[in-house]
Antibody, heavy 123, light 107 residues
Framework: EVQLLESGGGLVQPGGSLRLSCAASGFTFSSYAMSWVRQAPGKGLEWVSGISGSGGSSTNYADSVKGRFTISRDNSKNTLYLQMNSLRAEDTAVYYC???????????????WGQGTLVTVSS | SYELTQPPSVSVSPGQTASITCSGDELGDEFASWYQQKPGQSPVLLIYQDSKRPSGIPERFSGSHSGNTATLTISGTQAVDEADYYCQAWDSSTSYVFGTGTKVTVL
C-alpha cells in the first residue's frame, strides 16, 4: 500500500524558515518523480515544486516560490523534502506531497497524495 | 501564466448527470486530469489522460476532451459525490497547473 506521510509544518514568523519532510512507502520511491502541492485556507490547489526520481538537478518551481524554496530527496531514506526560506504570509497553506502516476512521465498526474501538513506564517 | 478555468459551482439532483468544464488556451496540446477533494481530505485522482480511470474509481465518473476544453461528467450523481473538483494539466513552461476548482452540490 502506497503511503505518503508529511511532517514539519507549524507556525513560523514572516521571514523565517521551515523544512517539510514526506516519508514514502509501498512503492519504489527512486523511480518516481515527486511534487509538493499546497492549498491556502479556503482556496484551490497550487503546484509548488517537483523533482525527478533521481533528484539531482532535475527540479522545478512555481514562480511564487522560486529562489525561496528548495526541493530535494534522499532515495536511501525514501524521503522527500521542501526547504522553505524567507516565508511570507501568503505561503500559509496545507502542503501535500504527491507521487507522479507514471515512471516514464507520460502520465503527468498525481495518483497518491499525503494527508498534508499545515504551515502558518504569522507574527 | 497558464490558467485553467472552471465554473465555481455546479448543482445537481441525485441520480442526474453533472458536467464540469475546464478551459485553457493551451489545453488542446495536453492531457487533462481530474481530482475530487472532500472537506478535510486530500485530493483523489479520478481521471487521467483525459478519460482513463484509475482502479477503484466508479464508472459513473468519466472524462472527455475537445479542443481547449476538458469535461468531467458524473452520471447518476450520488450524495457522496458532493465535493470540490479540480482539473489539472501540464505545461512546458509552468509545469503542473490546476484549475480554479468547482464545488459540486447534490440537492
Amino acid at each position: 500500500e502506497v503511503q505518503l506521510l508529511e511532517s514539519g509544518g507549524g507556525l513560523v514568523q514572516p521571514g523565517g524558515s521551515l523544512r517539510l519532510s514526506c516519508a514514502a512507502s509501498g512503492f519504489t520511491f527512486s523511480s518516481y518523480a515527486m511534487s509538493w502541492v499546497r492549498q491556502a485556507p479556503g482556496k484551490g490547489l497550487e503546484w509548488v515544486s517537483g523533482i525527478s526520481g533521481s533528484g539531482g538537478s532535475s527540479t522545478n518551481y512555481a514562480d511564487s516560490v522560486k529562489g525561496r524554496f528548495t526541493i530535494s530527496r534522499d532515495n536511501s531514506k525514501n524521503t522527500l523534502y521542501l526547504q522553505m526560506n524567507s516565508l511570507r504570509a501568503e505561503d500559509t497553506a496545507v502542503y501535500y506531497c504527491a507521487k507522479r502516476a507514471s515512471v516514464s512521465g507520460t502520465t503527468k498526474a498525481f495518483d497518491y497524495w499525503g494527508q498534508g501538513t499545515l504551515v502558518t506564517v504569522s507574527s | 501564466s497558464y490558467e485553467l478555468t472552471q465554473p465555481p459551482s455546479v448543482s445537481v439532483s441525485p441520480g442526474q448527470t453533472a458536467s464540469i468544464t475546464c478551459s485553457g488556451d493551451e489545453l488542446g496540446d495536453e492531457f487533462a486530469s481530474w481530482y475530487q477533494q472532500k472537506p478535510g481530505q486530500s485530493p483523489v485522482l479520478l481521471i487521467y489522460q483525459d478519460s482513463k480511470r484509475p482502479s477503484g474509481i466508479p464508472e459513473r465518473f468519466s472524462g472527455s476532451h475537445s479542443g481547449n476544453t476538458a469535461t468531467l461528467t458524473i452520471s447518476g450523481t450520488q450524495a457522496v459525490d458532493e465535493a470540490d473538483y479540480y482539473c489539472q494539466a501540464w505545461d512546458s513552461s509552468t509545469s503542473y497547473v490546476f484549475g480554479t476548482g468547482t464545488k459540486v452540490t447534490v440537492l
